[in-house]
């Protein structure tokens, strides 16, 4: 676990670790909600948590469009917004990886960036493995009545291991049955740019993603990053299936009040 | 083979429309991916012999000429001959030259990807020569004037009934009447046909899935066995392999072996591996009476040294490939290369220039699993990544596209900017969502809502809201 640095704190909240919460692009446009859900469960975990206005997007659709130059000024705008926290928490495993591993290849050795931005990634982590692997959190309360299936997004999985996480803290909503797709760790054809770049591919990837999740029989999907949910969710609403969507971050919240991503009752 | 990836895109549509292909596809899902888990999970050493691998091949790039002169010297001292190819062109007249000068009218083929890389068969067979390849997958494929479409099982796109109708359009010399409803009778009858060949052929052309500097022999790795007769059986065995197929020791080898057979088939071993120093001796039972070995560059040592340099790490396995969720849906034709795949999306624009291949390295989700298989950890997606900042960098991405991302990445920089702009937008859109929360058209947004609906953004913007509850905080603590 690491050490809370000495931040800026109010005298109440002197021994609680300060968060910025990076609430990504996706989730500021189209789902506040996990943005909320987000802040609630880290201040369930014992953090202080802020949001800075300095952040807009971690870059990831520049940088993997080959634009370098872009993808730095706006690395350097999130570097400076958030280094002065404890740590810096975004409900994306995505944008998470983006900052974590990424951000300092964007600087030359010797560019003094390069070392800020190190220091900066090091404070990095997806939402729901730093409320376990940092926090050290086993559970959460609340109960969930629905049979849920998980869609593991490609970074937060190969790039910072997020696997296990959710499962374990959703296996702790009283009443919880994961009932696990095939090929749960396959892309579900999302990748930025790339499903409106190659719309025919990202469909045929998605239209077998959809297959593994129907199969479950389940009656909600789950996933960490806002990509990958809306596509899948866009996919689930155009054929027509009543499969719930939301982001893992707002079940485990137990807010569940505002309508799903796609599907549900209230939809 | 004429490069035809600028065209991915019309290809890619044409191959998800085309239904047996489809049912081809399914089967490199089924048929390489679990087969590979079982054998790695398997091995507890698996990662630290994928490490022990990458240092090895590492190290060897490092000293690339001093290995290459060191095979070489190997190579002649055992009686055979190294020909230095710096082009395709320069390998194929190199080939050309041997095979007129043994006066050969046919030539039997191992399984090689350089020769499909330098254009070989079409080039021996304009030179009144017939190449014949004795792999079955090659067999079918050559039969049906087709290229591969995976770099280990060439074959994979084509179905059963098409190898028997290909079988009975090509061997005329079988009655028609016969049997070939079961797999095993279509092998039965390419073997009767391919071991005539065997004899017929003047020379032996292999690739070498290793070149081993300290003995100057040549590895090759098959499950059919048929390279063996290909290499053993003419009386002159040519040897076409890149440079970077060089590794320093024979105990390299065998460690690089370990995880090769693994990463592509599932198998602990490929069915023979094959090694061969120089041409038959006095006391050889067998063998061939000369032994040449054709060492191709095409493009590779100005790869050296630059940020593609890993890629030549690559040993072939196809892991990449068979566990890529864009080659599933497309197989390996649409993309336009001899090298399809992850591997082919970084390697191809190395051999062609970004300007002719631009696709491949953007056809990709990033979704990480082929560097995740790969056994010799080549960073496949960063080097995408870097071959689109080249396409950046020369102004070669579409107009539009470029047009787009630089308006956004403009107010991207701009906070109070882009917060003023989305919290103008995002309502609009919600509205646009209507009672159901979808849009299923949106002017722009075609790529999306083409075969998806768009969720409807629930309105006022997260930062918005935020700054609402900060206000509210505030006034009710006052």
Known sequence: MEEPSAGRRTRADAKKPTVGLFATCLVDLFRPSVGFASVKLLEDAGCRVEVPLGQTCCGQPAYNSGDRADTAAIAKQVIESFEGFDYVVAPSGSCGSTMKKHYPWLFEEGDPWRARAERFSAKVHELVSFLTDVMGITGVEGRLDQSVTYHDSCSGLRELGVQAQPRALLNSLEGATITEMKDANVCCGFGGTFCVKYPDISNTIVTKKMKAITDTGADMLLAGDMGCLMNMAGKLKREGSNVEVRHVAEVLAGMTDQPAIAGGGKR | ?478
């Not at chain 2, 040592?301 to 990449?320: F, K, P, V």
Request: glycine share 8%.
């Open chain 2, 1 to 478: 083979m004429e490069l035809t990836s600028l065209k991915f895109k019309e290809q890619s549509s044409a191959a998800i429309a085309n239904a047996d292909l489809q049912r081809a596809l399914g089967n490199v899902e089924k048929g390489f991916i679990d087969k590979r888990r079982k054998s790695t999970d398997a091995l507890p050493e698996f990662d630290r012999l994928r490490d022990n691998a990458r240092d090895i091949k590492n190290h060897t790039l490092a000293h690339l000429d001093h290995y290459l002169e060191a095979y070489e010297e190997k190579v002649t001292q055992s009686g055979g001959h190294v020909h230095w190819a710096a082009t395709a062109a320069e390998a194929r007249e190199a080939v050309l030259a041997i095979c007129q000068q043994r006066k050969a009218k046919t030539v039997t083929k191992g399984k090689s990807m350089i020769t499909e890389e330098i254009g070989l068969n079409d080039f021996l067979s304009a030179n009144d020569i017939t190449p014949v390849e004795t792999d079955l997958g090659e067999y079918i494929i050559q039969l049906r004037g087709e290229h591969p479409s995976h770099i280990i099982a060439p074959a994979v796109h084509v179905n059963r009934d098409q190898v028997e109708s290909d079988f009975r359009r090509v061997h005329t010399q079988f009655e028609a009447e016969r049997d070939l409803t079961e797999p095993v009778s279509l092998l039965a009858e390419a073997r009767e046909v391919l071991r005539q060949k065997y004899f017929e052929a003047d020379i032996g052309i292999t690739g070498a899935n290793f070149l081993v500097a300290e003995t100057g022999s040549s590895v090759i790795v098959t499950n059919e066995g048929n390279g063996d007769l290909t290499q053993t059986l003419g009386k002159v065995h040519i040897v076409v392999a890149s440079i970077e197929k060089v590794v320093p020791t024979l105990e390299d080898t065998a460690q690089i072996l370990r995880v090769l057979a693994r990463s592509a088939t599932g198998q602990d071993m490929s069915v023979y591996t094959t090694v061969s120093t120089g041409p038959k001796r006095a006391d050889d039972p067998d063998g061939p009476e000369e032994y040449h070995v054709v060492l191709v560059d095409n493009g590779r040592s100005d790869m050296l040294g630059t940020e593609y340099q890993e890629m030549l790490r690559c040993i072939r396995c196809g892991a990449c490939m068979n566990h890529c969720p864009v080659y599933h849906a497309v197989g390996g034709h649409a993309y336009g290369s001899v090298y399809p795949g992850p591997m082919g999306a970084v390697l191809t624009p190395s051999l062609h220039g970004i300007d002719k291949s631009g696709h491949l390295p953007n056809a990709s989700t990033f979704c990480g699993r082929c560097e995740e298989v790969c056994p010799m950890r080549i960073p496949l997606p960063k080097m995408m990544r870097h071959w689109r900042e080249q396409e950046f960098e020369k102004h070669l991405q579409p107009s539009k596209a470029r047009f787009g991302l630089g308006i956004w990445a403009y107010v991207a920089r701009r906070p109070k900017l882009y917060r003023r702009a989305v919290s103008l937008a995002m309502p609009v859109l919600s509205r646009l969502g209507g009672a159901r929360h979808r849009i299923a058209r949106l002017p722009l947004a075609g790529g999306w809502t083409r075969h998806r609906d768009l969720p409807a953004p629930e309105g006022a913007t997260f930062m918005q809201q935020w700054a609402e509850r900060q206000r509210h905080d505030k006034g009710s603590k006052a």
